[in-house]
């Protein structure tokens, strides 16, 4: 099975690592995974900031980059949700690129969705041999949950992990105030509802937050090391899955 | 009431910095929040009952002419006068006119956001008629030099017992009270001669009701009684023109979304049908009615991108799940309606130059749209307002410079392979021996208060790249 797959522009730059996490499972799931060269990124930028226009050019790059694999696998919720939801609202005006989209649509999936709905992975196949030991959190990004309806599947990955024990907090579900460009334009009111979710996670008792997104992970990294947090780890669920840690 | 919606970024910060209002805030988690997920759970098939009343609002809205005219013949009918108003001033000087024409001094008044977006009160006084409002909420923001709300259902959610027991002490010159009943009580003792005494009674609509020409009241304090059928002889209702439903089924199900979704109550306390006025040998009811239909940008709407929001049925829970309404409350939005569907409403009503903010400020999380009673996509509307406003020019120079800058590398994969090297490099040493960078340029709202875990220095791309040559090495 050819699976493509998209790294991320955040992944690219900022975490090459959980790539390379990613990699280890799909591979060692046994997976070909190819991975476009030219890739660069999913246009969610553009599309929040109300640049349909640059939006469709990136999303036409992408379908002429992914088009030729059985699944995609994205490690992220926002540029998932970006994929295989937004899309359809760019390409509304073109036949042609509907009908192109349509052929893959079904075949795009986030990370921890492939693991778990079409890999079908279990305790078995989970590398968490030198993995993370200890008690772990899962921040549920936005993207991941609301748009593609990610939530059982990375916490039934994580509880195969041996020596991991997951940690339900407070308001799992709730907005980590990244947002994008919002935590840049409107920092002080991103910087209140972060604060909230970094109170959230040390309440629960958690030596690290697990999660989906690189968007999620920067902010909440940042604001935990701001206020001298320096313990709380934050992780891609990709290098916890992986024993990456 | 006066348009602040551009100075949400400063009020914004300043109500960050209210420690007390934001103690206050913490009520909406706590109380509707939590009331909203339990109070749903009692539906057997909600999604399917959202789906239901999703649709029966779009039925009204498409079909709005048809709608109103049958409400109208309906109402005329049972002796009601119907009004339209094509602008909230037109609304408000009707209003004023039925009163001079039933020479009425006093109004008693509900809580009605048609009537904040009308400036009822104002044009009222202006013409020398007292207006009083009677909701317990707008009655303390009245009486706290004309305040306005904070929240569609909670006007006064921003403010503490303790805030309430000063205004009323002060303003009552009564001893200070602790007890929320007895606060209560000295309301009641306050507002009693004056719903005794009053002459007309204001009331907003939540819903009419076509078949019948009803309009549809949904009350917790039973100070709409008062208003419509007790003292006054006149009953004015002012709502919006998109409120409409055909028919009473249409009304129970949209009843079965509206309280659960609100404040999370099976039913309100009060709910009241109101078809007409007093008829002959009826004891009840005031002597004339009257309903005044506003549109107020509303019919800007129908067609449009953005008719989706004309089915709204003003819940309030996509305010009180939004992560960004819960940090700072309803004042900073700047006009009558905050939140996610004031942050749509606003723009569409009173123009998206006059409230450049809204659009932008939110997080497109997604809680508003999945909690939305009536499955209003609110991130969408809200993204196709920013795609106007990109269209239009009206951001900053630097945003356009900042993605025509990333958009042209972006779909040239030598140049973002280059590009991307140097910023992890350059980020990577920034962030020193703590991989911490401190102070990003041009993100100053970032690391005003965070820091940005720096990147190890090499991409993905150029990693992966070694891999593939030494494996093939």
Excluded at chain 1, 212 to 241: F, S
Aim: net charge negative.
């Amino acid at each position: 099975m050819r699976v493509g797959l998209f790294y991320t522009c955040l992944i690219d730059t900022m975490r090459p690592e959980i790539g390379f996490s990613v990699l280890k499972l799909l591979e060692s799931a046994g997976c070909e995974v190819v991975v476009p060269e030219g890739q660069t990124c999913c246009s969610q930028p553009a599309y929040n900031s109300g640049d349909r226009e640059g939006a469709l050019a990136l999303a036409v790059k992408f379908l002429a980059e992914f088009e030729d694999v059985d699944y995609i696998v994205i490690p992220s919720g926002s540029c998932g949700g970006m994929v295989r939801v937004h899309y359809a609202d760019l390409f509304a005006d073109d036949a042609m690129l509907m009908a192109r989209y349509g052929l893959i649509k079904s075949r795009i999936f986030e990370l921890t969705e492939f693991l778990h709905d079409v890999l079908k992975l279990d305790a078995a196949s989970i590398i968490g041999e030198s993995g993370f030991a200890g008690r772990v959190t899962y921040h549920d990004s936005c993207c991941g949950l609301r748009e593609l309806g990610v939530q059982a599947q990375p916490r039934e990955l994580l509880s195969h992990v041996p020596h991991l024990q997951l940690r339900e907090m407070k308001d799992c579900r709730a907005c980590c105030g990244f947002g994008g460009t919002f935590s840049v334009k409107y920092g002080d009111v991103s910087t209140a509802i972060v604060d909230e979710k970094c109170a959230n996670i040390r309440a629960c008792g958690a030596d690290a937050v697990v999660l989906g997104d690189l968007g999620c992970m920067l902010n909440i990294e940042g604001r935990l090391r701001r206020e001298g947090d320096m313990h709380t780890r934050v992780l891609h669920v990709a290098q916890v899955l992986a024993g990456d840690v | 009431m006066q348009i602040q919606s551009m100075h949400f970024k400063a009020r914004a910060g300043e109500k960050l910095a209210d420690v007390r209002l934001q103690q206050n805030l913490k009520k909406l988690a706590t109380k509707f929040v939590t009331g909203r997920a339990n109070a749903i759970t009692e539906l057997d098939d909600f999604e399917g009952t959202r789906d239901a009343a999703a649709e029966r609002r779009m039925r009204a809205i498409e079909n709005l002419d048809v709608w109103l005219d049958t409400f109208e013949r309906e109402a005329a009918r049972r002796g009601v006068t119907v009004l339209y108003a094509e602008t909230a001033d037109d609304a408000a000087q009707l209003v004023v006119g039925i009163a001079k024409k039933h020479a009425v001094k006093k109004v008693i008044k509900t809580k009605s956001m048609v009537s904040e977006e009308m400036n009822l009160n104002h044009a009222l006084e202006a013409a020398g008629i007292q207006s009083i409002e009677t909701d317990l909420g707008e009655y303390i923001l009245q009486i706290n030099d004309n305040e306005p709300p904070s929240h569609i259902i909670a006007p006064v959610v921003h403010k503490d017992k303790e805030q309430v027991a000063e205004l009323f002490a002060r303003v009552h010159h009564r001893p200070p009270l602790t007890d929320i009943e007895q606060m209560t009580h000295e309301a009641r003792q306050v507002l009693r001669p004056q719903f005794l005494s009053a002459d007309m009674g204001v009331t907003g609509g939540n819903f009419l009701i076509a078949e019948t020409g009803s309009v549809a009241l949904v009350t917790n304090e039973g100070n709409e009684g008062m208003c419509t059928i007790m003292p006054p002889k006149v009953h004015v209702a002012v709502t919006g023109i998109e409120k409409v439903l055909p028919t009473l089924e249409d009304l129970a199900t949209v009843m079965r979304l509206l309280p659960r979704s609100a404040t999370g109550q099976s039913i309100s306390n009060y709910f009241s049908l109101l078809t007409g006025p007093a008829a002959q040998g009826e004891r009840d009811g005031p002597e004339h009615m009257y309903v005044v239909l506003v549109d107020a940008g509303r019919t800007g709407l129908i067609g449009g991108e953005f008719q989706d929001m004309l089915r709204c049925i003003r819940c309030g829970a996509c305010m009180n799940h939004c992560p960004v309404y819960q940090k700072i409350g309803g004042h900073a939005y700047g006009w009558v309606y905050p939140g996610p569907m004031g942050s749509v409403l606003t723009p569409s009503y009173i123009g998206v130059e006059n409230a450049l903010d809204l659009p932008q400020a939110s997080t497109l999380c997604g809680e508003c749209h999945v909690v939305c009673p009536v499955k209003i996509p609110l991130p969408d509307l809200l993204r196709k307002l920013r795609e106007k406003q990109f269209a239009a020019r009206m951001r900053p120079g630097m945003e356009y410079l900042g993605l025509a800058l990333w958009r042209f590398a972006a779909q040239r994969p030598l140049l973002y392979a280059v590009a991307t090297r140097m910023a992890a490099r350059v980020m990577k040493w920034m962030g020193g021996s703590k991989r911490l960078i401190s102070h990003l340029p041009f993100a100053g709202g970032w690391t005003d208060t965070r820091d940005m875990p720096a990147p190890p220095g090499k991409t993905f791309r150029e990693l992966y790249r070694k891999r593939m040559s030494n494996d093939e090495g």
